[in-house]
């Protein structure tokens, strides 16, 4: 069974930080591309981040762009989602998720929830003074 489990998220001040870890378990993340999804209340599921099978090319939403980074150590078959410089309205449910093949990330497929195959359940992440 191919498990992806989010952790790290919590309650932050504005300007904080937080790292979020995704885990695999059951499948080898090498062959993914790993997204970060993000679902805030009232919202459409969005964007955050992606990276490639390698880790070599990675690719962020307009709100994620300066402040958060995404790395991958596929030796522990895990990802990572740095997140600096919080802001309330970074809050919501985040969610990793796993796309089969090569694909290029700054491509229509790379932030689009639609192309990825799995999911974990999400970390809630809430930005507030």
């Known amino acids: 069974q191919r498990l992806l489990v989010e952790s790290g998220g919590g309650l932050v001040q504005p300007g904080g930080s937080l790292r979020l870890s995704c885990a695999a378990s059951g499948f080898t993340l090498d062959y993914y591309v790993i997204g970060w999804f993000r679902k805030a209340p009232g919202k459409e599921r969005e964007g955050v981040s992606c990276?490639?099978?390698?880790?070599?090319?990675?690719n962020y939403g307009d709100s994620a762009k300066g402040r958060f980074t995404i790395s991958r150590d596929n030796a522990k078959n895990m990802v990572y989602l740095q997140m600096n410089s919080l802001k309330p309205e970074d809050t919501g449910v985040y969610y990793c998720?796993?796309?089969?093949?090569?694909?290029?990330?700054?491509?229509?497929?790379?932030?689009?929830?639609?192309?990825?195959?799995?999911w974990g359940q999400g970390t809630q992440v809430t930005v507030s003074s």
């Open positions: 990276i490639s099978n390698s880790g070599s090319s990675t």
């Open positions: 998720a796993a796309l089969l093949g090569i694909v290029e990330v700054h491509g229509p497929e790379g932030l689009d929830p639609d192309s990825y195959d799995y």
